[in-house]
């Protein structure tokens, strides 16, 4: 069938980045086949020029009195792991560009003292030279990116858990001294330079890294994420070495996540509580004693109790029953 230089196959359409990067690639006029293992069972057009569909469709040649009904993709954009891209450029050798999101831990964490992570990184490495490899046998043009830090909707590990602990409980956790240095960086930034990529000439074939604009430690990240909900916000340390002092297993659960079953009483680090105004203090302690101790009562105080004997000897006043008894005698009297 014709092709159509405009079609974009987007891998992990339904990952943060794909949220930014499906309404961008509409715009610039791209019809768009957007693969996700979320997608129905039947390829639904969604918007005009954007139509869903399985990732095994593409990739593995499922149901193809479907899929030939759609026309063949002449770039790919991969926001998901690098496999799946690799499948694609083997199965469709005619694509003009090839646009990659991979990751900076490749490189920063290629050495890292945790086991699964070195076994992880070492993994997407060969990834990124199996497809280098497969693109350039082709003749296509890779460009290979690899962002740090990504943040924008809601869907990430990392800013949007220390803003949901911000916004629910007034307070940000963190692990130790925090000072590992971060340039966190917006999916919407990295959908834009993926269509600047598609549009470039001549096409982009290189690797290279992708930061935000600001390099900040993990510690003022979490500060500037708590401003948003408190002016003043609170970080939260556990002692790392204290805990495990005391036989507390930490689990990494992501790049920047750690799990405890408990945190002991005495291993936390916390700020010192602001200190009041002296005007404060004084007013709050007239407030105080002004206060009743208990609503609807009265206080007993010692001058309130009287002295046993204390009317001894004191001539006491004359009551109305004296006066009604003197009253009645003088009746009688009369009579």
């Not at 990659?100 to 490189?107: C, G, L, P, R, T």
Request: contains cysteine.
């Amino acid at each position: 069938m014709g092709r159509n230089p405009n079609v974009v196959c987007i891998t992990g359409a339904s990952s943060q980045l794909g949220v930014f990067l499906l309404p961008r690639l509409q715009a610039a006029g791209f019809r768009v086949l957007a693969l996700s293992r979320s997608a129905p069972l039947r390829p639904l057009d969604v918007a005009p020029g954007v139509t869903w569909m399985k990732t095994s469709f593409l990739a593995d040649g499922e149901r193809r009195d479907q899929v030939v009904r759609q026309p063949l993709p002449d770039h790919l954009v991969s926001c998901a792991p690098l496999e799946l891209a690799l499948r694609l450029v083997l199965r469709h050798p005619g694509l003009q560009r090839v646009v990659a999101f991979s990751s900076s831990s490749v490189m920063s964490k290629a050495e890292s003292p945790d086991r699964s992570e070195r076994r992880l990184m070492a993994s997407m490495a060969a990834d990124e030279k199996a497809l280098a490899t497969a693109c350039s046998e082709r003749g296509i043009p890779l460009l290979l990116l690899r962002p740090t830090m990504i943040y924008g909707c809601g869907m990430d590990r990392n800013v949007s858990r220390l803003a949901e602990m911000a916004r629910r409980h007034g307070l940000v956790p963190l692990v130790g001294a925090a000072t590992g240095l971060r340039q966190p960086v917006h999916a919407d930034d990295l959908a834009d330079l993926a269509i600047r990529a598609l549009q470039a000439s001549p096409a982009l074939d290189t690797a290279s890294p992708v930061c935000g604009g600001s390099t900040l430690t993990y510690r003022e990240m979490a500060e500037r994420i708590g401003r948003r909900f408190d002016s003043d916000p609170v970080l939260l340390t556990i002692q790392t070495e204290k805990s495990m002092e005391r036989n507390i297993k930490f689990y990494r659960m992501g790049e920047n996540l750690f799990l405890a079953a408990t945190i002991p009483p005495g291993c936390f680090i916390a700020p010192p509580l602001p200190k009041q105004p002296a005007a404060m203090k004084s007013k709050e302690m007239d407030i105080e004693k002004k206060r009743d101790p208990h609503p609807g009562s009265y206080p007993i105080l010692p001058d309130h109790i009287e002295k046993r004997g204390a009317h001894k000897g004191k001539k006491k006043g004359i009551s109305w029953k004296q006066e009604l008894r003197k009253s009645r005698r003088q009746n009688q009297k009369r009579r």
